[in-house]
C-alpha cells in the first residue's frame, strides 16, 4: 500500500474512486455526501442517476460508473458508521477491477468523525502498489 499526500483530481491516474455509501433517493439516485462523491457529481453530469441504477441493480459494490470513476462504497446502510468489512470488500473488488492501473482512492471511511486512519490502514495493507491511498490533509 502507497500513501500520498495529493488532490484527488490533480494527480495523474488511470482511475479515480470516490466513496459513497450504497444508499439511494426516493427517486432513485445514489446519495453522494461524502466530499469526494460531491466533488465528483459536480465534475460528472448525471452521475447520482448513473450509481443509483448500479446499486439498485447490482447491490453495494464497486462500480465504474465512468471510464476513468470509481465508486467505492465504505457503508452497508446510510445511517451506520463505515463498516470495515465492507471497506476490505471493496478493497478486494477494486484490486480485481482496475488490474495494474494506477488508481486513486480516497483514505475511505476516514473523516467526518468516523473511523481513523489506524483502524483503516491495516485492512488496506494488501492493496497493491498501483492502488494509491490519497491523504488529501
Not at 448525471?46 to 446499486?55: H, Y
Request: hydrophobic share 40%; glycine share 8%.
Amino acid at each position: 500500500m502507497i500513501e500520498k499526500t495529493c488532490n484527488l483530481w490533480l494527480e495523474r491516474a488511470d482511475y479515480r474512486c470516490f466513496l459513497n455509501s450504497g444508499a439511494t433517493t426516493g427517486d432513485g439516485e445514489a446519495e453522494l455526501e461524502t466530499p469526494s462523491a460531491l466533488e465528483a457529481s459536480k465534475r460528472f453530469t448525471g452521475l447520482a442517476l448513473d450509481l443509483g441504477r448500479m446499486l439498485q441493480s447490482r447491490g453495494t459494490h464497486v462500480h465504474l460508473v465512468r471510464p476513468d470513476l470509481i465508486a467505492f462504497p465504505v457503508k452497508q446502510f446510510k445511517w451506520s458508521k463505515p463498516d470495515l468489512k465492507v471497506i476490505a470488500r471493496s478493497a478486494q473488488e477494486l484490486t480485481e477491477l482496475v488490474g495494474d492501473k494506477t488508481t486513486l482512492l480516497p483514505r475511505p471511511g476516514c473523516g467526518q468523525n468516523e473511523l481513523t486512519w489506524e483502524e483503516v490502514s491495516p485492512v488496506l495493507a494488501s492493496l497493491p502498489d498501483n492502488i494509491i491511498i490519497v491523504n488529501q490533509g
